[in-house]
């Protein structure tokens, strides 16, 4: 079983929708819980990140961390064409060398 | 601009062929690392660098060396290329280990061993 499962879609919405993004995790060291962004053909970018449990609002992106249930989100509000990218979750703790495991990526595409 | 860079962009070499992609930063960090990206598999570790003349093995380590001897430049070494290391690879970095929650990535580098 991998340390974090996240669905590799592709999930297909039309402009407007409200998305939600998943990932699932093992390991309950990990404190750290971020979302990466990547475009094709380009590295990750720092989305957002969250300490512990609890929600983070950055304009239309809001990431929730469940940590009870090993659970994390990430929600995007009237999703825009230029949302269509690959989102990856990745966490990490905050002993034990801070490594950071990466999800597989999500490969969203927003209909214009 | 606060970046990170590497190159080449894109390589295809042959079995056994020593090759080395650098990467650079110039936002003075501490922290670097490489990683192989795979379908399905995601993001994977291969080494990292908390400071000059301090690296580690990540999780898939074999078939690749590393050097810091400069703070702002981290070059990933494949001694004896083989197929199955035909993958796309980013370096990052982060000013600190203990921040390495926010990374910075380069463009990447497709490599394709045949």
């Known amino acids: 079983q991998k340390e974090v499962e996240q669905d590799p879609g592709p999930l297909s919405v039309p402009e407007g929708a409200i998305v939600s993004l998943n990932c699932t995790y093992s390991?309950?060291?990990?404190?750290?819980f971020m979302w990466y962004r990547q475009y094709s053909r380009k590295g990750p970018e720092l989305l957002m990140y969250?300490?512990?449990?609890g929600n983070k609002e950055d304009g239309r992106f809001t990431a929730q961390v469940d940590k009870s249930s090993k659970y994390i989100s990430l929600f995007i509000r009237d999703s825009q064409p230029s949302d269509s990218a690959t989102y990856l979750c990745?966490?990490?703790?905050?002993?034990?060398?801070?490594?950071?495991?990466f999800g597989a990526g999500t490969r969203l595409f927003v209909k214009a | 601009e606060a970046q990170v860079t590497q190159n080449p962009r894109y390589l295809i070499t042959v079995t056994g062929k020593k090759l080395t992609v650098t990467c650079s930063q110039n936002?003075?960090?501490?922290?670097m690392s490489w990683y192989r990206q795979d379908p399905g598999l995601g993001l994977r570790q291969i080494y990292y660098?908390?400071?000059?003349?301090?690296?580690d093995k990540g999780d898939v380590p074999e078939g690749y060396k590393v050097s810091r001897k400069e703070k702002r430049n981290f070059p990933l070494i494949l001694e004896s290329p083989s197929p199955n290391q035909t993958s796309l690879y980013f370096c990052?970095?982060?000013?600190?280990?203990?921040?390495?929650?926010?990374?910075?990535f380069g463009p990447g580098t497709r490599l394709t061993v045949t």
């Open positions: 936002m003075n960090h501490e922290y």
């Open positions: 969250t300490y512990s449990s």
């Open positions: 990052a970095s982060s000013l600190a280990l203990a921040s390495s929650y926010e990374q910075y």
């Open positions: 660098s908390m400071n000059v003349e301090v690296t």
């Open positions: 390991n309950s060291a990990f404190q750290y």
């Open positions: 990745a966490m990490s703790g905050d002993t034990g060398g801070f490594k950071t495991i």
